[in-house]
C-alpha cells in the first residue's frame, strides 16, 4: 500500500512537472510572439513572467537576452542594465553585442567607469568595431565633454506634450515638429511597439514665446544635469494654441521629421510607406520609412510625391537641406553602409534627383547616424551612438566642404549632450540659440523640445603702449577663430574690450593702430578652462603702414565672409594671408615704399586682383577690394532697353554694353554668362516669348562681333514671365512703366 502511494506521488509530480514545463513554454512562445511583432511593452511584461519560475538554462538565457534587447528598444536604459547583468553573469558566453549594448546601458546610467570595462570586454570579442576603442579611450577623461558647459543655458519648453515630441524645424517664425500627443476623435490609434499614439506633425507659430525664461528647474528632474545650465518655463509663459501641421500631410501611419526648402513652398518630410491610400510593406512584412515632398499650393500642402530613391525594402527618413537647395543630408539603412544607420547626402538640380551617396565613415559608425541638419554655413549636425560620447545619442558637429567631413567630427558636449538621447538640433551658424530633443526628463519615450542660448564666456584684453606703459584707446582689435577673421572691437579710454568666447577653438587677437606696430597674442579654449581671462597686448612706435578695407559682394554690396585675402610685396615677394568674417574686413601691416598685389579668392567667386601703388609712411590706407561676382548673381542692365516690338540694339544700349558686360567679361576670361531678356506684358505670351529671345540673341551676336567667345554666353528669353513691376495683363500702365519691363539682365553661370 505504501509502495503503491509512493509510485502513485511520484507519478503526480512528474505529472505536474511536465505541466509547469508546458506552462513555461506556452508563455515563452507568447512573449516571442509579441517580441517578433516589435510590440515590446506587452513583450516585456511576458518575459518579466516567463522568467520569475523559468528554471531551464537554454530557455531562461533566450528569454533574459530578449528581456534585455526590449527593455533597450524602449529607451528604458535602467531596466535595460538589470537584464543585461544577469544575462552576462548568468551566460557569460552569449553573444558579444550583448556585451555592447550592457556598457551602452551602464554609461546612459552614468556608469562610466563600468561602461569602460565592458566597452573593453567588446572590443576583446569584436576587434573589428572601432565604437570599443573610441569609447574605451573616451570614457578615461570624461572632463573634455564637460568644457562648454557653462556656456549654456537650456530650456524645457511649454510646448511639450506627455507623449514624444521631438525634431523640431524652422518655419514662417515657428517651428513645426513630431508629436505622438493624444489623436483628436473617437477612435485612438496606437502604435505596438510603445503602445502610444502614432506620430504627427504639429506647428507652434511663435519661436519668440519660446524664449529662456528665469526660474531655475532642479537637476535631478532634468535627468542630472547642473542646476545652473537649465531653465524651467514660469508659470507667466503664454503660449499659442499648437495647431496640427496640415492635415493633408498628417496621416494615420507615423509623420516624421522634415525640412523646407528655400522659400517654405515646398517641404520634404519623412512618412511610413504610405501614400494616396495606400501601405507597402517589405518583403519581411514591415512597413518601412520613406521621404516624400509637397508643395504649398494657396496655403494647403498638396502634391505629395515619393522621391526617387526611396524603396519598400530599407529606410529613408530626416531630411535637411543645404542652404543653396542644391544637396540633401538623409539617414538610411539601404546595404552597403557601415551600420545600423548611415547618412547619405544626394545632389538636387532643376528639380531632378540624383544617386544617394553615402557620407563614408569619417561621419558614419558601426552605430547609427540619424536626424541631420545643415545651418546656413553649410555645416552638418547629427546625432550619434557610434561616435564617443555621454551616452546614448550625441549631437556631433561637421564642418562640410563639398559633401566631405573634411575636419572630422566633434562632440558638442554637455550641457547639449547628456547621458540620454539627444538628437534633432537646429540652429544658427554661430549655435547661438536654437532647439533640440532629449528623453533626459525620465527617458523611457520621454523625448522632449528644449531650447538652448549660449552665454557669454568672456575674455578681456587691454592694450598698453609698450614704452610708458600706459593704456591705448580707438586701438582696433581683430579676433582671428580658426584662421577665420571675427568682427572689428575697438578699446575704450581704459585701453581695454572684451570678447565672448567659442569652445573648442584658437584664438588670435592683432591690435591695430595707426603709428604704431601692429601686434598680435594667440589663445586657446581647447585646453584653457578659466571662466574669465584677461590678456595684455603692448604695441611699440613704428614707421610701418596699416592697409585695412572690405570685401563686397557687386551685386547687394554687403560685405562677403570666408574670402581669402592675399598681400604680396612686389618688391621682395613676401605674402600675407587671411580670411574675411561676417564684417568682410581685413588688415595688413605693410612697408612703405613698395607696390603691392592684392587678392581675394572665394570658392565660387571670380577671382578679383588688384595691383596698390606705394604704401605712404605712418597714415592708415584704405583699400577696399572691388565688389566681388558669384555664381548666380543677376545683374540688371539699367540701359538696355528696346523699342517697342524691335529686337535691335539701340545706340544707348550698346553704350551700356560697352560700359559694363564687355570689361568684366575681358577681366574675368573664364567666367560664362546667361542674357536674359524680358518684354512688358502687351501683345500675346508667345510672340512675347519669341521676341525676348530674339533680343536676348542680338545681345550675344552684339558681344561675340567684340572678341567674346560665344561658348562663354548663354541667350534666354522669358517674355512676360518674369514683369519687374505690377504691369501685367489687364493692368493700366504707361509707356515708361512698360519700358521698364523691357530689359536685360545677365547672370553669372560660372566663374574661377
Not at 563 to 575: A, P, R
Not at 597 to 617: F, H, P, R
Request: contains cysteine.
Amino acid at each position: 500500500m505504501n509502495k503503491f502511494f509512493h509510485i502513485a506521488s511520484v507519478v503526480a509530480l512528474l505529472f505536474l512537472l511536465a505541466c509547469g514545463h508546458t506552462h513555461a513554454q506556452a508563455k515563452l512562445k507568447a512573449a516571442n510572439r509579441q517580441f517578433e511583432q516589435l510590440s515590446y511593452i506587452e513583450a516585456i511584461r511576458l518575459y518579466e513572467d516567463f522568467l520569475r519560475d523559468a528554471k531551464d538554462p537554454v530557455t531562461r538565457q533566450e528569454g533574459l537576452k530578449k528581456l534585455a534587447y526590449s527593455y533597450r528598444k524602449m529607451q528604458d536604459s535602467r531596466n535595460a542594465e538589470r537584464a543585461y547583468a544577469d544575462l552576462l553573469r548568468d551566460y557569460p558566453d552569449v553573444e558579444s553585442e550583448n556585451y555592447l549594448y550592457y556598457a551602452q546601458s551602464l554609461a546612459s546610467n552614468q556608469k562610466y567607469k563600468e561602461s569602460q570595462k565592458y566597452y573593453s570586454i567588446y572590443g576583446e570579442k569584436q576587434t573589428a568595431d572601432l565604437r570599443a576603442k573610441r569609447y574605451t579611450i573616451a570614457l578615461m577623461d570624461m572632463g573634455r565633454f564637460y568644457r562648454d558647459s557653462s556656456s549654456y543655458k537650456v530650456q524645457y519648453l511649454p510646448i511639450n506634450s506627455r507623449q514624444a515630441d521631438f525634431s523640431p524645424m524652422f518655419y514662417k517664425g515657428g517651428l513645426v515638429f513630431c508629436s505622438a500627443r493624444d489623436e483628436t476623435g473617437t477612435i485612438k490609434r496606437v502604435f505596438a511597439w510603445n503602445q502610444t499614439p502614432f506620430l504627427d506633425l504639429y506647428f507652434v507659430p511663435d519661436t519668440s514665446q519660446l524664449s529662456i525664461h528665469n526660474g531655475l528647474q532642479t537637476a535631478q528632474a532634468l535627468g542630472g544635469m547642473s542646476a545652473s545650465n537649465v531653465d524651467a518655463p514660469t508659470p507667466e509663459a503664454k503660449l499659442t494654441k499648437i495647431e496640427e501641421f496640415s492635415r493633408v500631410l498628417n496621416t494615420k501611419y507615423h509623420e516624421g521629421p522634415m525640412t523646407f526648402f528655400k522659400g517654405e513652398q515646398k517641404v520634404v518630410f519623412t512618412r511610413n510607406n504610405y501614400n494616396k491610400g495606400r501601405s507597402r510593406e517589405s518583403k519581411d512584412g514591415t512597413n518601412r520609412l520613406k521621404l516624400y515632398t509637397a508643395d504649398l499650393v494657396k496655403e494647403s500642402w498638396s502634391n505629395v510625391k515619393e522621391v526617387p530613391f526611396n524603396s519598400d525594402e530599407y529606410s529613408c527618413g530626416h531630411p535637411a537641406l543645404s542652404p543653396d537647395n542644391t544637396k540633401m543630408y538623409f539617414v538610411s539603412d539601404m546595404p552597403g553602409g557601415y551600420g545600423g544607420t548611415d547618412l547619405y547626402i544626394v545632389e538636387y538640380t532643376d528639380g531632378t534627383w540624383g544617386t544617394p551617396v553615402n557620407l563614408g565613415k569619417e561621419v558614419n559608425t558601426e552605430g547609427n547616424e540619424m536626424f541631420p541638419f545643415v545651418d546656413e554655413s553649410g555645416n552638418l549636425y547629427f546625432s550619434s551612438d557610434g561616435h564617443e560620447g555621454l551616452g546614448g545619442l550625441d549631437l556631433f558637429f561637421a564642418e562640410m566642404k563639398d559633401g566631405i567631413a573634411y575636419k572630422g567630427v566633434v562632440n558638442l558636449g554637455a550641457p547639449l549632450n547628456s547621458e540620454k538621447d539627444d538628437f534633432g538640433l537646429i540652429t544658427d551658424a554661430g549655435r547661438n540659440t536654437g532647439f533640440f530633443s532629449s528623453n533626459r526628463k525620465r527617458g523611457i519615450h520621454d523625448d522632449n523640445i528644449y531650447s538652448f542660448k549660449r552665454e557669454c564666456r568672456p575674455l578681456n584684453l587691454i592694450v598698453y603702449d609698450a614704452a610708458t606703459k600706459t593704456p591705448l584707446e580707438n586701438v582696433d582689435i581683430r579676433s582671428v577663430i580658426n584662421g577665420e577673421n571675427q568682427d572689428l572691437k575697438v578699446t575704450g579710454l581704459d585701453g581695454s574690450t572684451s570678447i565672448c568666447l567659442q569652445a573648442e577653438s584658437e584664438y588670435e587677437f592683432k591690435a591695430i593702430k595707426e603709428g604704431y606696430q601692429m601686434n598680435s597674442i594667440t589663445y586657446s579654449t581647447k585646453s584653457n578652462t578659466g571662466q574669465q581671462t584677461t590678456l595684455e597686448m603692448y604695441l611699440e612706435k613704428s614707421n610701418s603702414s596699416v592697409l585695412k578695407g572690405v570685401v563686397k559682394s557687386e551685386l547687394s554690396q554687403k560685405p562677403i565672409s570666408g574670402v581669402q585675402v592675399t598681400l604680396e610685396n612686389q618688391k621682395d615677394k613676401t605674402t600675407q594671408t587671411v580670411v574675411t568674417g561676417q564684417d568682410g574686413g581685413y588688415e595688413f601691416e605693410v612697408k612703405p615704399g613698395a607696390d603691392h598685389k592684392l587678392t581675394a579668392q572665394k570658392d565660387k567667386y571670380a577671382t578679383n586682383n588688384e595691383t596698390i601703388g606705394k604704401v605712404s609712411k605712418n597714415p592708415t590706407q584704405y583699400q577696399n577690394v572691388q565688389g566681388m561676382y558669384g555664381e548666380g548673381d543677376i545683374f540688371k542692365l539699367n540701359n538696355i532697353y528696346y523699342d517697342l516690338d524691335k529686337f535691335f540694339i539701340r545706340p544707348d544700349a550698346a553704350r551700356e554694353l560697352e560700359r559694363t558686360v564687355l570689361p568684366l567679361l575681358k577681366k574675368y576670361p573664364d567666367m560664362k554668362i546667361e542674357i536674359r531678356s524680358h518684354t512688358d506684358a502687351r501683345s500675346g505670351d508667345s510672340y512675347n516669348m519669341q521676341l525676348s529671345e530674339n533680343r536676348a540673341r542680338a545681345v550675344v551676336n552684339y558681344l561675340t562681333q567684340r572678341g567674346i567667345d560665344p561658348s562663354r554666353l548663354v541667350s534666354n528669353g522669358y517674355g512676360e514671365s518674369e514683369p519687374s513691376n505690377e504691369c501685367v495683363d489687364g493692368v493700366q500702365c504707361n509707356e515708361s512703366q512698360h519700358q521698364e519691363n523691357r530689359r536685360t539682365e545677365f547672370r553669372i553661370l560660372a566663374v574661377k
